[in-house]
Structure formats: C-alpha cells, structure tokens
C-alpha cells in the first residue's frame, strides 16, 4: 500500500483545485519560505483525521479555507481527498484503490467520505487501524518530533517510545480503571455508612412492628363490629326517616296547593290590575282624542267665522273690480276710434307724398340735364337742410305727444296715491287689533300648555306610583315568603345547635352537661373555631372526625370526662387538654411560599382565640392547604411526601403518596360553619323583617297617593273645558283679523302693482322727453350752421344761368312741400304706434282685471261650498265628542269596579297567606324533625365514610351483624379499652420495617458487588501494567538494536547507545540518548553539536520507523537543523530507506533534493495564492543547481 495522490481545493493558500501525484520512493516539495509548502503536510495531517486547529498553525478549523487574497476573494469550503493504492488489501476495505476525503465549511459544517460515499470521522479511523496511519503515527514527521527527541528531560522523551510501542491506549484505560476504582470505593464507604445506620433500625422496627399488627388485628375486629353497629343503626333510623319524609311531603303538598292557590290570587290580582291600566290608558287615550276632537272642532268654527267674513270682503272688492273694469274698457273703445281716424288720416298723407315725389322726380331729371358741379353742391346743402327740418318737426311731434301722456300719467299717479293712503291706514289699525287677539290666544295656549304639562307630570307620576306599588307588592310577598325560609331554616339550625347535631354520641353528652359537670370542659374544635366559607370544605377534612375533639383545661378534666362517659356508658371521645398539647408546626413551610396555588398552613388560615391557637396547630400545623390536586402534588413533592396537603375541594395528598379524592355530598349537619350561617342569617331576617315592614308602610302610602293624583286629574280636566272655550274664542278673533288684514293687504298689493306700472311710465315719459328736449336743441344748432353754408353757396351760384334758377326754385317749392307732406305721414306713424301702444296696454290691464274677478268669482264659490262641507264636519265632530263622553264614562265605571274587585281580592290573597304561614310553620317543625333523624343518619354514613371508607350497601353486606345489639355494644367497649391499652401505635412501623430490611438486604448485596468491583479492577490495573511493560520493554530493545546501525551508517561510524534512567521502573522509566560521532569521544546527547544532536535524532525516527513501519511517511523541514555535509548524509540515507518506505519530503535542502526521484516546486507568483510545479528528474538538476547559484549570490 503506498500513498497515489493527493487532491486540495480551496485548503489554505491552495486556492485552484490541485492534484499531486506520488510514486514509490522519495517525493520531495521543494520551494521558498513562505511559499505554503508545508500547507500539504498539514493537508495530509487533515485528511487523516487532525481535530486540533492548533497542529493545523491555525486558531479555528475555519481557518484551513482560503481566506482570500488582494484580488481573489476568500472561499466558503476547503476540500482535500488522499488516494492511497490498496491492492494487497492492507486496508480493510474491497477496493484496489480507496480514497479518503474530508471537506470543512465557513458556516462550520464538516463531511467526511470513503469513496465518494459519505461516512463518519470513526469510519475513518477504524479504516486505518493497524494500518500504521492516522493521527497518532509516525505517518508525518515534522520538526516537532524532533524538538521532542532533543528535550532535556528523559521522562518527555519516553513519550515518543511509548507512542512506538503502542502502550499509549492502555495508559489511557488504566486511568479509567484507576478513576473507577476510586469511585467505586466511594461507594463502598457510603454503603457501607448506610448499612451502619440501618443495623440500629432494623431490630426496633421489628419489635414496633409486631405491637403494630396485633394493634390491627384488634382493630379490624372492632372494625366488622361497629361497622355492623352503623349499619343497623342506619337501617333503622332510615326506616324512622322514611316515615317523616311521608308526613313532611304531605305537609308540602298541602303547602304547595295554599301557595298555588294564593299565587292565582296574586296573578289575578296582577291581571286586574294590568286591565285597570289598560282601562286607564284608554281613559288616557279617550281624553286625548276628546282634547283634539275639541280643537278641531274649534278650528272649524273658527274657520267658519272667518269664510263669513272672507265672503263680505269678497262682495266689497267684486263691486270696485267690476267699476274698474268698466272704466278701462270704455277708455279702450275711444283709443280705438282715435287709432281708427289717424290710419285714415296716414293713408291720405301717404298718398299726397306719392304724388309730390312725382313732381320733384320730373323737376329733378330736367335741372340734372343743365346741373354744374356748383349746382350739385347746393343742392346736397339744401338736401341736408331739408331733412334737418324734418327731423326737427318729428321731434317737435313727438315732444306734444310725450308732454300730453306725461300729464295724464301724473293726473292718475296722484289720484292712486289718495286711495293707498286710506288702506295703509286701515290695514296698520287692522294690524293693531290682530296682534292684541294674538296674545290673548297665546295667553290662553300658555295657560293650556300649563294645564297639559301639569295633566301628564300627573299621568307620569300616576305610573310611577302604580308600578311602584305593584313592584313593592311583588317585593313584599317575596319577602314574606322568603322570611318564612329564613326563619325555617334559622330555627333547624337553633335546635341542631340546642341538640349539638352531628356530633358524636359521647361529644354530645359531654357537651349537654359542661356548665353543670366540666368547669374546665371548653367545647368541640368545631365550636371554638371561625372558618371563612371558601376554606370550609379544605379545613373539614383535614380536621375529620378532629372537629369533634374536646378541648379541655388540663388532663386533670380529660380524666373526669372519661370517667363520667364510662359511668353512664354514654361512648366516647377524644380531649386535648390545653397544659398538655403543643403546637405542631411545618418545617418547611418558607420554602413553600411563592408557589403557585399555595394558599398556606391550615391553621394559619382559622380565626380563634388566642388561648386556644396551639391547639389548633397541634391539629393542623403541619397540613398544608393548596388549590387544587395538581399543586398539592408538586408541594408533597417538594417535601418528600411527608406531609398531608388538602386542596379546596377536599381532594388530599397522605404522606407517603397516597391520595384520596372524588366527589362530595352536601352535608346537612355539618359542624364548621354552622354558627356563622347562624349569624349570617339572624342578620338576614332582621334585614328582611324591615325591609317587609317598610314595604307594607310603602304600599299603604302609595295606595293614599294615587287616589290623590286621580282627584287632581279630574280638576285639571275640568279647568281644561274651561281654557278650551276661552280658546276658541280668541281663535276666531284672530282668524276675523287675519282675513281683515289679508283683503287690505290683497288691495294693497294691487295699488303697489300698479303705482309701479304708472311710475316706470312717467319715468320712461320723462326721460324720453328730456332726450328729445336734447335732441332738438342739437337739430337746431345744425341747421343754422346749413343755413350759413347754404347762403354761401347761393351767393356762388349767382353767377350761374337765370334759366336754373326757375328751376331750382321750383324745385326746392317741391321739396319743401315733399319733406313736410312726409314729416306729417311720419308724425301720423308715430302717432299711430303710440296709441297701438296704448291701446294693448289698456287691453293687457283689461285682461288682468278679468283675470282677478273671475277669481274672486271662484273664491267665493269655493268659500261657498267649503262652508257647507264646514257646517256638516262641525256636526259630525260634535256627534263623536258626545259619543266619545258617554264611552270614557262607561270605562271609568267599569274600572271603578274593578279597583273595588281588586282591593276584595288582594285581602282575601292576605287571608290566603296567613294560612300558608301556618302551614309552613307545621311544616317546619316537621322539617326539623327530619333534620335532626337525617343528622344523625349522616352522621353514622358519614362516620362509615370517612371512618371506614363503605357505603352503607358494602357495610351491610360484608359486615352483618352476627351477634345482638347489646352484646355488640359491650364488645366494642372491650376491644376500645384493648386498644387504648396498647397505647400509641406506629402503624406505618410494619411497612417501614419491611421497607428498612429490604433496602438493608439490598445494600448487602451491593456491597459484595462493589468489592468484587474492585477486586476486578485491581487485576485489570495489573494486567495492563504487565502488558505496558513488556510492549515497552520489547518496543525498547529493537528501536536500540536498529538505533546503534542506524547512527553508524548515518554518520558514517561512531556508536550510539539509548538507556532507561530507571529499570526497575519501567513504567515510568525516562530513556537517555549517549552517543559517540566519529573522532568523538562517548557522551550524552545534550553535549553534542546542534547539527549532531539533530542528525542522532533523526536517526532515532528512522529506527523507530524501521520497528513500526508504515505505508508512506511525511518528512516536514526534519533536516532544517543540519549542515550540508550531514543533510548529504540524511538524504543518502533516505534514498536507502525509500526502497522500503514511500517518503513524501518537505525540504529547501539541496542536498535532499538530490536524492528525490520527483521534484515538485511550490511558488507563489500570484500574492496569497500557491501554484504547484510538478520538475523531471533531469529539471530538477537544473533546478538545484539554479538553487545554488541563488545561494551563492
């Protein structure tokens, strides 16, 4: 087997995946320092299984990944994979060929495989067991080894034999049998202690034991007879309680039929009085319809009144319409025959100019056949002059039309003005009378208002009263019968405490005669002590049948008591005389404080006196009080099980472990809490007592109340007819001013519509007379300028022919007669467009005046019939008020009735209760009857209980009574005085016996096993230091026999020797290295030259290699130390052994290099990064002679 290849990526400064490839012989990794050479070294380490960072030159295993360069960046894993030949199967493995590979991750992750396939660091070291590789061999040299050879302690230097000889795995176990033989003889001395201790309990426990079973052999007889005894007498009082529970459900159903019959009484009287409600609300309601029937019909009359009224007015302004109207109509008519002459008169006009115009045309053509260009310019003068005029007499015309309307508008305005003045008059006067009816009217609402407000704060108040007395009647007779149950109930308890109930026979008598018998006699636990309700349950069964335990003044009355029971054989009980007991109290009670569901020590949690608080920690000091099972678990735990916790709701951790737990029944005649459900009650029925009593004083007050309301009521509706009248009244007062006011204010508005119609037309005249004044005053400023030009151009034209001028003159006669034929028919157009205009206006007034008789025509038709329709609502609206009278008077018949039904009902429902009060009381003292039988009946279950832990069906049918009643009496008492005679008995002292004896049978044994333990390990220890002496022994004297020829020849003569410091002590013996290089004389190694002591160390690997060979070997820098000549020596030496042995050099020694049959070089040309360079034989010559030359500069 022999080393193939080797394969890195990513390992160190190796960044590029690189593949080594080894042959048989001497391989040597040349190159300069800090190039990474020795990094393949490290990588082979690796590979083989190093798990130290710190034989690796690193901090962590991460730091084997390339961490980057100046220009590469670090990589995430590092891999590295050794391919070793295995063709003559030296590795356990079936492949010819098996490679071994390892990868790390930056995120710390680590793989191992064998073949590619994964495996784990075991697989790969158990692959390389016996191999002669691994981590531990000599497969890797490095200077390391040396430094260890070259120590100057001898007892160091065995390591290295140690490692050769292989005794270092049996060191190993001999530490671990020696660290378990002291461990095994601590045990024994404990075990030995312990057995110590439980020889002196052993033979206590038995004799305790013994007593502890005759004590319950006693004990289970007494057991079957006075489980015998409660049986019977269960039965028999079951039997006397079966007969009382017949009688007393008699009674309850005599009770239930009086309570039926009373609770039909009170429904009734509950529905009567839901009726005479429903009657009131109608009565209610009757009245409201009857207050709005009334307004109506007071609006309708009113409003009657007023349409009256409305018709007047409407006689009064159709008589002024229809003069108005006539007016306008007759001044149409003329308007109409002056429009009618001047359309004649146009047309007349129209024609003169026709025939003017003709002439003018004829005169015209002839004057324009002799017309110079002076001619013309005059004549466009004259032209102009001419139609100056005409313009000026049109608006001469229009100006007397305007100034003649502008009059007649201003007659009228004036004449309207009167007429406004007089309704302005009377509609302010008019105003005046309508705001006094409006406040009389509002005066009166007031009053009503008042009136209505104070009628339903009386209705509200009405029901309130009457809810509040039904609620407080309701109230009162849950009261009562809930004060008859208090009562009850009080009562049972007075007599269970007058005949101390639940207690037990002997308690009670002791009881019954203390102030009499016992001065020094105090009372029961359950008397003397105060529970609060929600730690009843929890302090009930912690204490047991405890709560009946007699608290006494000193043993002196324990003893009197015992004898008085014993005298009149009245039982048994139990005292605790107060000079004698002490107070028990938890140990470890602050380390249970904090926990959850701790709730605290039982008697820190009962209220009583201070004389009697040790007596009650000597009950219940030690019992711990939890909430619930879970926690009472967890503090029985923290305690070792020795204490008793109860939570609480009744469940209990015993010591030791056992629980007890389930479901409770309420017990009637249970004793804690008794007197505070006494006390509890004695205030609740004082509560109750007053609470009834005030009720029924309440319920008489209310009574009185709402008869005084109901008289109110009708006073108020009586003032109320009253204010209803006076209302209407002023009603229609305000309605006859209203519509007085609404005609004045209808005329007005038609004067207003009108003053603005003859105002906007005295503007417009106005201001189109002012326009025309203006207008008029310009034309004539043009024409006497035209005048001028005129003279001008007649002066010119005097020049011209006298035969023009004729024509001209005849012409210009023409004109003027022209222009003032069409200034008349312009004047009559005008003329006739403004009376067209005057006349539509005249029309358009016409037709309004129309318009607005005719809807007075139709107002008052309207008017007409709404009065018929008016008079037939008013008599209908009397007809329903009357009818609705004669029904309110028949509902408040019919509820008067029912009140006085009511009021019999309610005092026989009074009668009724008596006698359910009587029942109850018969029934009560029936039920304390059965109380008193079902205490004593729990009771004796209960002692079976809790006592025995049966039932009564499981007693009676396993525990019958075989023997008479009496006799089982008297054996009872004689196996009680048996037992108190064996005093105070260890019961749990059998168990703890059998406990003591088997666990001290047990130690026994472990102690035989634990000295045949060590007996065992002592022969292991001395056979292992038998085996590491002769391995060592026999390792020790072939590395010295190949050492003494190994030195020779490295050094070409001289001797060597290795001896022990101390042979007697092989085990821990140091090794000496004396040797004598040639021309030398013989001493010890650390007086030698350093590049002897070197070469002789490396001699010593080399015979240790030749005693453990292995398939190939790492030499790392073991030459560094040597001198040229020696490194010759080192490297024929080499290449001697590598005929044997694969050797893969790591070197920058020449001379080493010589001697390898493959020459790799490590470079570094790139910053932090090595490259490998693979150099044949031939090149490495040149290659270390080129190393020389570098030297030599």
């Not at 039926?260 to 005479?276: F, L, N, Y």
């Not at 110079?372 to 005029?389: F, P």
């Not at 007649?794 to 024509?807: G, P, T, W």
């Amino acid at each position: 087997m022999f080393l193939k290849r080797l394969e890195l990526t990513g390992f160190k400064s190796f960044a590029d995946p690189l593949s080594i490839d080894f042959v048989s012989g001497a391989t040597a990794v040349v190159g300069p320092n800090g190039s990474g050479k020795s990094n393949i070294s490290d990588s082979i380490r690796w590979v083989l299984g190093e798990q130290s960072a710190r034989n690796l030159r690193g901090a962590k295993m991460e730091d084997v990944i390339f961490s980057g360069s100046d220009t590469r960046p670090p990589l995430n894993m590092a891999e590295v994979s050794l391919v070793l030949n295995n063709e003559q199967k030296h590795l356990a493995i079936d492949y010819t060929e098996v490679a071994v590979t390892r990868r790390v991750y930056r995120t710390g992750d680590s793989e191992y495989l064998i073949n590619n396939q994964p495996c784990r660091l075991k697989d790969i070291v158990e692959l390389f067991m016996d191999s002669g590789l691994g981590r531990e061999s000599f497969s890797i040299i490095g200077q390391g080894r040396v430094e260890e050879i070259l120590s100057s302690k001898s007892e160091d230097r065995r390591a290295i034999f140690e490692e050769a000889a292989g005794v270092l795995k049996y060191k190993t176990r001999k530490l671990q049998s020696e660290k378990k033989l002291t461990d095994t003889q601590d045990n024994l001395n404990r075990v030995r202690d312990i057995l110590h201790e439980l020889e002196q309990q052993v033979e206590p426990l038995k004799e305790q034991a013994a007593i502890a079973r005759e004590y319950l052999d006693q004990r289970a007889e007494l057991k079957q007879i006075e489980t015998g005894l409660l049986a019977f007498e269960i039965e028999d009082l079951h039997e006397k309680w079966t007969n009382r529970k017949e009688e007393l459900e008699n009674l309850e159903a005599r009770k239930q039929r009086l309570e039926a019959t009373a609770t039909g009484m009170e429904a009734k009287v509950a529905r009567q009085k839901a009726h005479i409600k429903t009657l009131d609300q109608a009565i209610e309601e009757l009245q409201e319809s009857l207050l709005h029937i009334s307004e109506s019909l007071e609006k309708q009359e009113g409003l009657k009144q007023v349409l009256v009224e409305r018709n007047k007015n409407y006689a009064q302004n159709k008589h002024q319409y229809v003069t108005e109207l006539n007016e306008l109509r007759h001044a149409r008519e003329e308007l109409a025959q002056k429009l009618e002459d001047k359309q004649h008169e146009l047309v007349d006009k129209e024609q003169l100019v026709a025939e003017t115009r003709a002439a003018l045309h004829s005169i015209e053509k002839e004057l324009a056949q002799t017309a110079l260009q002076s001619e013309a310019t005059l004549e466009d003068l004259k032209a102009d002059y001419i139609d100056l005029l005409n313009k000026q007499a049109s608006l001469k015309n229009e100006r007397t039309y305007v100034v003649e309307q502008l009059e007649k508008y201003q007659s009228r305005q004036v004449r309207k003005s009167g007429e406004n003045k007089d309704l302005v008059e009377k509609r302010t006067a008019t105003k005046e009378q309508l705001q006094q009816a409006h406040e009389t009217l509002s005066n009166v609402k007031k009053e009503i208002d008042d009136l209505l407000a104070k009628h339903q704060e009386l209705k509200v108040r009405k029901e309130k009263k009457a809810a509040s007395y039904d609620k407080n009647q309701t109230l009162y007779y849950e009261g009562l019968r809930h004060l008859q149950q208090l009562e009850a109930r009080y009562e049972t308890l007075v007599s269970m405490q007058q005949e101390y109930a639940g207690f037990f026979q002997g308690v009670k008598e002791l009881l019954k005669e203390r102030d009499r018998s016992f001065k020094g006699l105090h009372g029961a636990v359950a008397e003397m002590i105060d529970v609060r309700a929600d730690y009843q349950t929890a302090i009930d069964i912690a204490l047991g049948a405890s709560q009946q335990h007699v608290i006494v003044e000193d043993e002196a009355t324990g003893r009197s008591a015992i004898a008085f029971l014993k005298e009149r054989r009245l039982g048994r009980a139990t005292f605790l005389p107060m000079n004698v007991v002490k107070s028990r109290l938890l140990a470890r009670a602050d380390e249970l404080e904090g926990m959850d569901g701790y709730i605290g020590v039982a008697s820190e949690l009962i209220k009583t006196e201070d004389r009697y608080q040790h007596v009650i920690r000597h009950l219940l000091g030690n019992v711990v009080i939890a909430t619930d099972l879970t926690t009472a678990r967890a503090i029985a735990q923290r305690l070792n099980y020795r204490t008793r916790i109860v939570t609480l709701e009744g469940d209990v951790v015993n010591p030791g472990g056992a629980m007890t737990g389930g479901s409770l029944q309420k017990k009637q005649g249970q004793l804690l809490g008794r007197q505070q459900e006494m006390d509890s009650l004695t205030g609740k029925i004082t509560t109750l007592q007053n609470q009834t009593k005030q009720l029924e004083e309440e319920l008489q007050t209310a009574k009185g109340s709402l008869a005084t309301i109901e008289e109110e009521q009708k006073e108020v509706e009586t003032e109320g007819e009253e204010l209803r009248s006076r209302e209407r009244e002023a009603k229609m007062l305000v309605d006859q001013q209203e519509l007085a006011l609404s005609a004045l204010n209808d005329r007005l508005q038609v004067y207003d519509l009108e003053q603005r119609e003859v105002v906007a037309d005295v503007e417009d005249k106005e201001d189109r007379l002012k326009e025309l004044e203006e207008e008029l005053a310009k034309t004539d400023v043009s024409i006497r300028e035209l005048n001028t030009s005129i003279e001008e151009a007649s002066s010119k034209k005097e020049l011209d022919d006298s035969a023009r001028e004729e024509l001209q003159r005849r012409r210009m006669e023409k004109q003027i007669a022209l222009a003032t034929k069409q200034e008349q028919v312009t004047y009559a157009k005008e003329s006739t467009a403004l009376l067209k205009e005057e006349w539509t206006k005249l029309h358009q007034d016409i037709v309004k005046k129309e318009e607005a008789h005719a809807f007075l025509e139709k107002e008052a038709s309207s008017e007409t019939m709404d009065q018929s329709e008016i008079n037939q609502e008013i008599e209908k609206k009397r007809t329903e008020k009357e009818q609705m009278w004669k029904r309110m008077n028949k509902l408040r018949l019919e509820r008067d009735e029912l009140q006085n039904g009511r009021d019999a009902l309610e005092t026989e429902v009074k009668e009724t209760s008596k006698q359910v009060q009587y029942i109850t009381q018969v029934h009560h003292d029936a039920e304390i009857k059965l109380n008193r039988l079902d205490v004593e009946l729990d009771t004796r279950l209960t002692r079976l209980q809790e006592e025995y832990e049966l039932s009564f069906d499981r007693a009676k049918r396993e525990y019958p009574l075989e023997i008479e009643y009496e006799d089982a009496l008297e054996q009872v008492k004689l196996l009680k005085m048996s037992l108190e005679e064996l005093g105070d008995v260890n019961v749990g002292a059998i168990e703890e016996y059998e406990r003591v004896s088997e666990r001290y049978i047990f130690l026994l044994d472990q102690k035989e096993d634990l000295e045949q333990a060590k007996a065992a390990l002592h022969s292991v220890i001395e056979e292992m230091d038998e085996e590491m002496t002769r391995r060592f022994k026999e390792t020790f004297e072939e590395i010295k026999g190949h050492f003494e020829q190994v030195f020779t020849q490295m050094f070409g003569g001289g001797t060597a020797e290795l001896k022990l410091t101390n042979k007697d002590d092989i085990l821990h013996t140091g090794v000496d290295i004396i040797a004598q290089p040639p021309g030398k004389k013989l001493q010890h190694l650390g007086l030698l030259s350093g590049g002897e002591r070197a070469l002789t160390a490396i001699a010593l690997l080399f015979s240790i290699l030749k005693v453990r060979p292995v398939p190939f070997c790492v030499l790392d820098e073991v030459e560094a130390a040597l001198d040229e000549a020696n490194v010759v020596r080192f490297a024929t030496y080499l290449k001697e052994f590598s005929q044997e042995t694969q050797f893969i050099v790591v070197t920058h020694r020449k001379g080493t290099m010589e001697k390898a049959d493959v020459l790799y070089g490590v470079t570094m040309q790139e910053s932090g990064v090595s490259n490998l360079v693979s150099v044949k034989l031939e090149e490495s010559q040149h290659f270390v002679g080129t190393q020389k030359e570098a030297a030599r500069r």
